[in-house]
């Protein structure tokens, strides 16, 4: 089973659209969670980190269920510039190895 | 957070032939970690570099073909050895700080 799972998508919605994007780990142990971003060509880059109360940074909510193992990232009033691939990161309880979800593809269309 | 550079951006390459990428971090970092991408795919960790220590390569990476360097806490090299097609890849380091991860923007590798 792998460490990390993601839907692959691809997520195709409309401008101005809400989205969600889960992932789920399979070792109950991790302590840290994330979401990048991943523009085509580029390299990831850090979109938030998911704490257990659960955060939020403006059209962007992050959270997560240690209970079913899982986290989420929830995109509101979607826009042209958010299409990009979406991974899903946790790190491991033990040694320092972060895991990465295969990625999920989201195009906003106009 | 930090901020990465790599160099090379990118490179063409002959077969049996040795590529070093250069990752340089504008702070210190205690980890930084190598990672290969093929096009549409997401992350392989090669292996994690600490600063005073070997590194440690995941399984299907050895050290004789990715050496890799760490000599302080700002700097690390990855080397591509005895290159064939197959390395043919994006190649990103990153470095941990605050237990978050940040990237270089990578170096695109085409081995001919």
């Known amino acids: 089973r792998k460490e990390v799972e993601q839907d692959p998508g691809p997520f195709n919605v409309p401008e101005g659209a809400t989205v969600a994007f889960n992932c789920t780990y399979s070792n109950s142990a991790s302590q840290s969670f994330f979401w990048y971003r991943q523009d085509c060509r580029k390299e990831p880059k850090l979109l938030m980190s998911v704490y257990s109360s659960g955060n939020e940074d403006g059209r962007f909510t992050a959270q997560l269920n240690r209970a079913s193992q899982y986290i989420s990232l929830l995109i509101r009033d979607s826009k042209l510039s958010d299409s990009a691939t979406y991974l899903c990161?946790?790190?491991?309880?033990?040694?320092?190895?972060?895991?990465f979800g295969t990625g999920t593809s989201l195009t906003v269309i106009p | 957070s930090a901020v990465i550079s790599q160099k090379p951006s990118r490179d063409i390459c002959q077969r049996g032939t040795s590529l070093t990428i250069q990752c340089q971090v504008d702070?210190?970092?205690?980890?930084m970690f190598w990672y290969r991408q093929q096009p549409g795919q997401s992350l392989t960790l090669i292996a994690t570099?600490?600063?005073?220590?070997?590194?440690?390569?995941e399984s299907g990476f050895v050290i004789d073909k990715f050496p890799i360097s760490r000599p302080n806490l700002t700097f690390s090299t990855l080397t591509v050895s005895n290159m064939s097609p197959e390395d043919s890849s994006i190649y990103l380091c990153s470095g941990e700080e605050a237990y978050e991860q940040y990237f270089g923007p990578g170096t695109r590798l085409t081995v001919t």
């Open positions: 702070s210190q970092v205690t980890m």
């Open positions: 570099a600490n600063q005073g220590s070997e590194a440690t390569y």
């Open positions: 990161v946790v790190k491991g309880n033990t040694g320092n190895q972060f895991y």
